[in-house]
């Protein structure tokens, strides 16, 4: 998902919602008028507020549950994956069982640790954070990734794990060297 | 409405909620030097080492959270105090305990050089070679064990306070009228149920607290082997969440109690008011899964359930709260001072931040937004302008309402200054977050913008401190008078039993 998209819609409704706040802080002075008739005013666009929201909320939901990352629905969005990688990290490294991938295909990151919690992130060639999954002891996190765009993929640490956290990265290639078997 | 929150009987309690509330607002202002000096490193005006910078997030984080909780808990034992006849003792007990957490925190912070985040999140603390001392990590946790324990003996006497002037904990709460429809007798006001639900919920949170740090203490004196990570980690994070959770709520309850004085009309306990209170109880635990997001060994329905969970919370809060905050100040004559200004920018953060919250809240948005600073970008919208805003703004309330006021014209401004400084501060956090940076990383990434946000950042919050400063002096002016008012009351012994002051 591109992070700006969610950005954008965030901006409009915050600024709608800061909109009608200072509607109202501009009409807070003044002379006083009845409350009676502003509370039940207030209780009938409670009522309007809550149909809309739960019926925008709802659509959001359902509309997201196709999108979630864990595998039995990722799988059936971005097809079953046909390379795996086992990937560990330890302080302060990460350690994948190839860093060359094909373009195109889904890619199984099968992901853990063997002391704290960290945070596998992958980067995409243009910056971006493309998706990421806890690596946790004890426990084998399923990461579904399609790659499309071929180029260096950065890995960093998105979980804070110590001093030399910072440090925690590597990369790997999609596509070029990486669609030869 | 009334305009006093002195009567002849709640002084000692009063003197304890100045000294909640005082404590509270130094730590906060000491914590957020710690952000600022945060913030100047990402800007590059001022590198910090990297172990520095560690140690200032963690004590920052930390200390925050217990500064404002603090905080909280004090205006609300003074707004209760009309209402219900609190134990002294048992407040200043509580005290003790939470103050002597608070101690042990940069303790074991700047002498210990302890930087494991004020989540802790197992086993973190006890991987040494991350770079503490064993001690440090110890005195951490028991700074927690402290806190926590404060906070319990502070719920314990609000409880018994609520439940003694309503006759039961049930009345306290309001069920009469959310489950009966009764209106009479007068069911108790917004804030008194807000507390009751608060208390509650905070023993409960005590004990997850205890949950959590027993096998971390056990480990660390080798009495007791590794436990799962993912049950520790939900643990802590429902430990965590609640406690922050658990301090908004509290702000809001003062608001209740706040804003009529300044709006001139009543805030009335409705039946939908009063219900949505005791919803508090399922609306601060559901959204908690939401931080398991990205552990994806947890439940499918964990997940789903985190969503519709946060999701569901939103509504009361917009449609209850604040819209009944806006509904009774619109139109109203509202008296504009620091406690109503600071109150409506907290309208304004506590529905801006929570916007933050259900944006990352959407999982599949979760996927690039979690943990970039995205994170503390919503948190600290609905806890600078949100809760922190009710708690100071209820602060100075308490002050004027008790001494002399020594607002100005200039005060009013500054009040305005910490929204705008506030939310300029706050939006730079939101575009690096989704610009990929990540948060707790002592160094701004390439391609972020994020060296030139936080300088951006920077600025805002010279408007922020600027704002602090003069409020504060506003603030330490006031306070010794209204010291001083609260021992020329006169003390009358406690109520007979049965005897409500509801």
């Given amino acids: 998902m591109n992070p700006w998209g969610p950005f954008a819609v965030f901006l409009v409704v915050g600024g709608a919602w800061t909109v009608a706040w200072a ?45 979630f990352p864990y595998p039995p ?22 350690t994948l069982s190839r860093t060359a991938l094909p373009a195109g295909a889904t890619v199984e990151f099968d992901v853990t640790s063997r002391d704290v919690n960290h945070g596998f992130a992958i980067y995409g060639p243009s910056g971006r954070l493309v998706a990421q999954v806890q690596a946790m002891p004890g426990y084998t996190n399923r990461l579904l990734v399609h790659f499309t765009d071929p180029g260096q993929y950065l890995v960093r640490c998105l979980e804070y794990c110590g001093i030399p956290h910072i440090g925690m990265a590597t990369a790997f290639q999609v596509g070029g060297r990486g669609d030869r078997p | 409405m009334s305009r006093t929150l002195l009567t002849e009987r709640n002084g000692p309690v009063l003197r304890t909620a100045l000294l909640y509330l005082a404590a509270g607002f130094a730590l906060f202002l000491a914590m957020g030097l ?90 973190l ?31 314990l006497a609000v409880t018994l306070a609520t439940a003694r002037a309503y ?36 023993m409960g949170t005590v004990l997850v607290g205890a949950a959590y740090l027993l096998p971390l203490f056990g480990q660390t004196f080798g009495l007791t082997g590794a436990v799962s990570a993912l049950l520790m980690k939900n643990l802590v994070f429902l430990f965590g969440h609640n406690m922050v959770n658990l301090t908004i709520y509290l702000g809001a309850g003062l608001v209740y109690a706040t804003l009529p004085v300044y709006a001139h009309r009543p805030w009335k306990t409705s039946r939908l008011s009063a219900a949505t209170i005791n919803l508090l109880f399922l609306s601060i635990l559901l959204p908690f899964f939401h931080h398991l997001y990205q552990d994806f060994a947890n439940p499918l329905p964990f997940h789903a359930l985190g969503e519709i969970g946060s999701y569901g919370t939103g509504l009361p809060v917009l449609l209850v709260t604040v819209l009944g905050g806006l509904t009774l100040v619109y139109r109203a004559g509202l008296r504009w001072a620091v406690p ?5 920018i907290g309208f304004w953060g506590w529905v801006f ?45 308490l002050v004027a309402d008790l001494g002399q006021a020594h607002e100005s014209a200039a005060s009013r401004a500054a009040a305005w200054m910490y929204g705008l400084g506030g939310a ?33 950042a920077v600025g805002f919050t010279a408007l922020l401190g600027i704002a602090l400063v003069w409020l504060s002096s506003d603030l330490l002016r006031a306070l010794g008078p209204a010291w001083r008012k609260t021992l020329a009351a006169p003390e009358h012994p406690a109520l007979a039993p049965g005897e409500s002051r509801g």
């Fill in chain 1, 73 to 94: 629905v990722a799988a059936a969005r971005l097809g079953p994956p046909s390379v795996r990688v086992a990937v560990t990290a330890q302080m302060w490294q990460w």
């Fill in chain 1, 23 to 67: 509607l109202v802080v501009l009409r807070a002075s003044g002379p006083p008028h009845l409350y009676e008739p502003i509370y039940q005013a207030s209780g009938r666009l409670r009522r309007l507020l809550f149909g809309a929201t739960v019926g925008v909320l709802l659509v959001v939901l359902l509309a997201s549950v196709g999108w």
């Fill in chain 2, 340 to 344: 109503s200004i600071l109150i409506l």
């Fill in chain 2, 34 to 123: 710690l952000g600022l000096a945060m913030r100047l490193d990402h800007a590059t005006l001022l590198p910090l080492p990297p172990a520095l910078y560690d140690e200032f997030f963690t004590l920052h984080g930390a200390g925050m959270i217990a500064a404002i909780l603090l905080g909280a808990m004090g205006g609300t034992v003074a707004v209760l105090s009309p209402h219900a006849d609190l134990d002294p003792r048992l407040l200043w007990m509580g005290f003790v305990f939470y103050v002597l957490g608070v101690g042990y925190i940069p303790l074991a912070v700047l002498l210990g050089g302890f930087a494991a985040g004020w989540t802790v999140l197992y086993p």
């Fill in chain 2, 353 to 397: 931040g929570g916007l933050g919250a259900l944006v990352d809240a959407t999982i599949p948005v979760n996927q690039v937004y979690h943990n970039t600073l995205w994170v503390p970008a919503h948190f600290h919208t609905y806890y600078l302008l949100g809760a922190v805003a009710f708690v100071w703004a209820f602060f100075y309330h």
């Fill in chain 2, 125 to 155: 603390p006890l991987a040494y070679q991350a770079g503490w001392t064993p001690w440090s990590s110890f005195a951490f946790l028991l700074g927690y064990l402290f806190v926590a324990l404060g906070f319990g003996v502070w719920c």
């Fill in chain 2, 424 to 456: 300029g501060f706050v939006l730079m956090f939101f575009v690096a977050g989704a610009a990929g940076m990540p948060r707790r990383y002592a160094i701004p990434l390439s391609g972020t913008g994020e060296p030139a946000l936080a300088t951006l």
């Fill in chain 2, 167 to 202: 006759r039961g904990v049930g009345r306290a709460l309001g069920w009469p009228l959310v489950f009966l429809g009764r209106a009479q007798p007068a069911p108790p006001p917004l804030h008194v149920i807000v507390a009751t639900v608060i208390a509650l919920y905070g």
